[in-house]
């Protein structure tokens, strides 16, 4: 059982910026602005817009219903509201795959230290096009920057809900904004920046497919991080007179804003310097740095300063990420196993470092070890992406629009009857959660399973 005493957020706004923290993060910086260029632009644009809000934003709210009703970890959640049933396995599940998802992202998050500290530090050298392929392959520098990264995150989160994980996203948030917006500004200035505005933005329909839609969809999911309990996590410190609505709302639109923004900046940036946009992480690490490399020979403190503030912005969003993952497996320890904050972050700490470290090493000595086909990275990275967090938004939309009782879901949802904008919407609401969402989750699901 929950222990009594447990923190909360100071304000609705606290609990907006943690959760508008744990959604903007890698996935805003290096995924979104390339899935828009390669999908139609706008036209994907308007795609996301309606996933964001038909589809993500029930299953955000269905998680934040249960976790503001119990105030309780995953695992507690579910025994609170449905006792001794098999729903415990979702309160498990949703314990282990944020730890799954850590593991892997702070390996990433070990990678953007050691890029900012090549920024800051020596820069990047002559070769940058084979620095990114050579960094990751070593055993060591990408192990201790993975160590850090971790770290830093666990020293938040021992921190506590209010002194440690409230006051970093509260200086977070708005400074991330700040950076992100920095640097589209100076995008937007550098000659033949108008084509990466145009690749942005001009609207292609032919491109838009049932695949198309379906990541479009896929991509909403990661990005407000669903379907494995941080929000759960982060709305269970929410007190009673929050609206839910409201805040669920805001998470979305910030977490939008901050990938469109993102966007601005990298795309101008990256066709200013005259070559075509790649995906995935390649896109921060390799095309980047070539970009501020090559100003550099124009405007050197110019395009150092800009390379600092890039990639400074990548480890705070990182972290404002991996903090809430982290939280919801050290609530869990702390609630149901009755151990202190600090020894269980030190636990949490261990078991991910420990995956993430293998994580780590499958770019090098372990490439060869495969599972199902794949290298440890990639498969936790599949494993939880395309199967747990849609498994579990699907059951998290399943248990509170069939299994809650109406009127629970519509107290927690209208505080009681007492928020007038909630009561209008609930209906709407509640249809998406019932019937829309697990739906449409069960086709990208059996897609998935079937690509
Ligand atoms: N939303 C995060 C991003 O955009 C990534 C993410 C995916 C995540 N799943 C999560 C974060 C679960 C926290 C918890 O980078």
Not at 134 to 152: D, M, N, R, S
Request: hydrophobic share 50%.
């Amino acid at each position: 059982m929950a222990k009594g005493g447990r923190e909360h957020f100071g304000s609705r706004s606290a609990a907006v910026m943690a959760m508008a923290g744990s959604a903007i993060g890698l996935g805003n910086i290096w995924r979104f602005p390339y899935m828009v260029g390669q999908n139609g632009g706008a036209a994907f644009i308007i795609i996301y817009l309606l996933a964001a809000f038909f589809l993500s934003l029930p299953i955000l709210l269905s998680e934040s219903i249960i976790g503001r009703a119990t105030h309780a970890n995953t695992f507690g959640a579910m025994e609170k509201l449905s006792p001794g049933t098999r729903w415990k396995w979702l309160g498990i599940l949703t314990v282990v795959s944020p730890l799954i998802i850590l593991s892997y992202y702070s390996v990433v998050g070990g990678w953007s230290i050691e890029y900012l500290l090549k920024a800051s530090g020596s820069g990047f050298g002559d070769d940058i096009s084979t620095l990114f392929g050579e960094f990751i392959v070593q055993p060591w520098a990408p192990l201790i920057c993975h160590t850090l990264f971790l770290l830093l995150t666990a020293g938040v989160v021992s921190a506590g809900v209010k002194s440690g994980i409230e006051r970093f996203n509260r200086i977070s948030l708005p400074v991330l904004f700040v950076l992100i917006v920095i640097i589209m500004i100076y995008a937007l200035t550098l000659p033949g920046s108008g084509e990466g505005v145009r690749y942005m933005l001009k609207p292609d329909f032919s491109k838009i497919t049932p695949s198309v839609v379906a990541s479009a969809m896929g991509q909403s999911f990661f990005s407000l991080s669903l379907g494995v309990g941080t929000i759960l996590t982060y709305s269970s410190y929410m007190k009673r007179e929050e609206n839910l609505f409201r805040s669920g709302v805001g998470t979305a639109v910030f977490d939008l804003l901050f990938a469109l923004i993102a966007g601005f900046a990298i795309m101008p940036a990256v066709f200013a310097a005259g070559i075509q946009p790649g995906a995935g992480p390649g896109l921060i690490f390799e095309t980047l740095p070539y970009i501020f490399a090559k100003m550099g020979v124009a405007a050197p403190w110019l395009s150092r300063g800009v390379s600092i503030l890039f990639f400074l912005t990548i480890v705070i969003a990182a972290l404002t990420s991996s903090i809430s993952m982290c939280e919801v497996g050290v609530a869990y320890v702390v609630e149901e196993r009755g151990m202190s904050r600090g020894k269980a972050t030190v636990l949490i700490f261990g078991a991910t470092w420990l995956l993430g470290a293998l994580c780590s090493l499958s770019f090098g000595p372990l490439s060869g070890v495969k599972i199902l086909g794949k290298t440890i990275f990639d498969f936790c990275d599949t494993l939880t992406s395309d199967y747990l967090m849609t498994f579990g938004s699907l059951l998290f939309v399943l248990f509170v629009g069939w299994k809650m009782k109406r009127e629970t879901v519509w107290n927690e949802f209208t505080n009681g009857g007492s928020l007038r904008g909630s009561v209008r919407v609930f209906r709407a609401v509640y249809f998406l959660i019932r019937y829309v969402a697990p739906l449409v989750i069960l086709t990208i699901f059996v897609t998935n399973l079937l690509a």
